[in-house]
C-alpha cells in the first residue's frame, strides 16, 4: 500500500482511480511527467481538473529535456528527410518547445 499523503489543500489523499493505457500512451504520459516535473499523480490530477501545468526548472527537469531532446534528435536522424513523423513524435516536440519557452521567461 502507497504511503498517504496530503493535496494542496490539507486533505487526505484517499481515493484510489485507475484506468488502462497502451504501452505508447503510457510512453507519452511518462514523457510529459518527466518533463514537468512532478509526480505522475500530481501531473494527471492537474490535467484531469484543467489545471495549468507549471513548470519549475531544476536539475531533475534539465535533465529530461536533455535526455528527451537527445531521443527525438535520434529519432530524426533515423527517419528521411520530413516523411515518416508520427503524431506521437510531433505532439513529444511540441511539448518540449512549450516547456522550454516557458522556463527562458525564469
Do not use: C
Request: without cysteine; glycine residues 6%; aromatic residues 4%.
Amino acid at each position: 500500500m502507497s504511503a498517504k499523503n496530503l493535496d494542496n489543500h490539507n486533505r487526505w489523499r484517499s481515493k484510489t482511480i485507475a484506468f488502462r493505457v497502451s504501452p505508447e500512451e503510457n510512453e507519452q504520459i511518462e514523457i510529459a511527467v518527466r518533463l514537468s516535473g512532478l509526480t505522475k499523480q500530481d501531473y494527471i490530477t492537474r490535467r484531469l481538473l484543467n489545471r495549468d501545468i507549471v513548470v519549475q526548472g531544476n536539475p531533475r527537469v534539465y535533465k529530461a529535456l536533455r535526455n528527451q531532446l537527445a531521443a527525438v534528435l535520434g529519432e530524426l536522424r533515423r527517419m528521411e528527410a520530413g516523411g515518416g513523423v508520427d503524431d506521437e513524435l510531433l505532439a513529444t516536440i511540441r511539448l518540449i518547445a512549450v516547456t522550454l519557452d516557458g522556463m527562458k521567461e525564469d
